[in-house]
């Protein structure tokens, strides 16, 4: 890797950790140390998507982008110097003639098949486009015409190119401090068929369209159980409640008391709810549609009360650790260092992330659009407003100094002084606030189960209810993953997985 993609892949991670609370990444054991692949992806998160896979691929990605996007100040620079391709798509050049068009969309993609056939790692979203949908656009067969190029480029090489599915999950894929996974999966089996190379000298173009075709299916059946495509949100949040339901109601059984789950844990337990969803709808769909219709009778209720599934046995803590330290702290600094470093942070960063927020609204097309927006802009609000408060106090530094006595009298330690303060504010402001949502959905939650105490336990009845009738429906069938005792889904390796 050269230095300038090694210091692009630093860029990508250091600004991905500080949009996403966490990132998880599991599946590292099924790439390949050598040889060249694609690794394929659906596509739900506009520019936020290849960069997730660019911060975490463990080698070099080559990555190839509408031409247009090279255009835009800063981003087209990054690209060319981590050698992506630009790639002229024939229906975006309308000024050439269709040959000349097909000519150059053939030589783009054949200078990246190239990068393929010697060894690298491409990176290609089929779907051609970047939605809001809970399920796969249908895909172009550009990703199946792709690797049939590189092979006939790497004729006889030692090692042949690899298709590696990736799948990207989001907690709340527009929303600052949320979770993500990167999930890659084993390189896909391919039969005799699909894994001849194409012979343009001897094999007519009906069986090459045809090799094409099917391959591109393969893709698609493969991606579709990689990200747990769903025909509805409707349908995809129901198989939420599942999981959540199930966890809570396992744990109540066996008397344990569960930490949430982080997203990894999430994406397996509802991996096992859409297989078995799907798997006996086939099956069974008249006892699917009926449970379906009971499970959204009790999450409408749930959603009502506000209330999670685990909370109908235990409220949640009114006590929280971040808390006590913050108010702690407040005492050892006798109130005078705190609220105001606070008070500083949310009057600094505070019109920014208005401005940020308006923005994403407006220059966002779709959803997908609003993650990109808020972490390319915000990369230059926020830094922008903490040196202009530095600015602005070093030019005022003697009036700073005499109300803040124990900064140096020069303008430089007053710089760097308010430029950090306005840093170290809205990070402790923003951890506040997120400490008093909890608090208050708490406080919530608690008046609620004082308030609505038949309701509460009529609901943990139905929970208990619905989860037999999910245990009974799925039978024995193989699902993803393994249980714990107390009720945590574990990947099937798990020591202490209970297979149920």
Sequence with gaps: MSRVYDSLVGFAR???????????????????????????????????????????????????????????????????????????????????????????????????????????????????????????????????????????????????????????????????????????????????????????????????????????????????????????????????????????????????????????????????????????????????AHLRTKVATYNDEMRALGVEDHELDDPPSLVNGWLIGLLLLQVVLVFLVLPPVILVGALVNGPPALVLWALSKVASKRKKDEATVKVFVGMVAFPTAWVSVGVLAALAHEAVVEAWPMVPDTPIAVFLAASGLSLLGGMLSLRYLHVVRETAHAVRVRLTRARARVTIARLRVERSELYNQVVALVGELDLPGAVRADGTVVPEDDPEAVFI
């Design 14 to 288: 250091f600004v991905i950790r500080r949009f996403f609370r966490k990132v998880e990444v599991t599946g590292l054991e099924y790439l390949p140390q050598d040889g060249g692949g694609i690794l394929v992806s659906w596509h739900p998160n506009g520019l936020i998507d290849p960069v997730l896979i660019l911060a975490h691929f463990p080698r070099q990605v080559i990555f190839g982008a509408r031409h247009g996007l090279f255009r835009w100040p800063v981003l087209g620079q990054l690209m060319k110097a981590a050698g992506t391709v630009p790639i002229y798509r024939a229906i975006d050049a309308s000024s050439l003639d269709p040959e000349a068009r097909r000519a150059a969309n053939t030589s783009s993609l054949d200078a990246l098949a190239n990068q393929v056939a010697l060894g690298s790692f491409s990176c290609l979203f089929p779907e051609g486009d970047s939605h809001d949908s809970p399920h796969l656009l249908e895909l172009k067969s550009g990703a199946a015409r792709f690797y049939y190029r590189a092979r006939q480029l790497g004729a006889g090489s030692e090692e042949n190119p690899v298709i590696i599915p990736v799948g990207l999950h989001y907690d709340n894929k527009k929303a600052f401090r949320s979770n993500a996974l990167v999930a890659f999966h084993p390189p896909l089996a391919l039969d005799e068929f699909l894994e001849r190379v194409p012979d343009e000298d001897t094999e007519p173009p009906e069986a090459f369209r045809e090799r094409v075709s099917r391959l591109t299916a393969e893709i698609d059946r493969t991606l579709r159980e990689v990200v747990h495509a769903t025909e509805s949100w409707e349908i995809h949040h129901l198989m939420h409640r599942v999981r959540k339901l199930a966890r809570s109601e396992r744990a109540a059984r066996a008397g344990a008391s569960l930490s949430k789950p982080d997203i990894a844990e999430r994406t397996l337990a509802f991996s096992r709810v859409w297989a078995g969803y799907y798997t006996r709808l086939e099956s069974h769909p008249e006892a699917v």
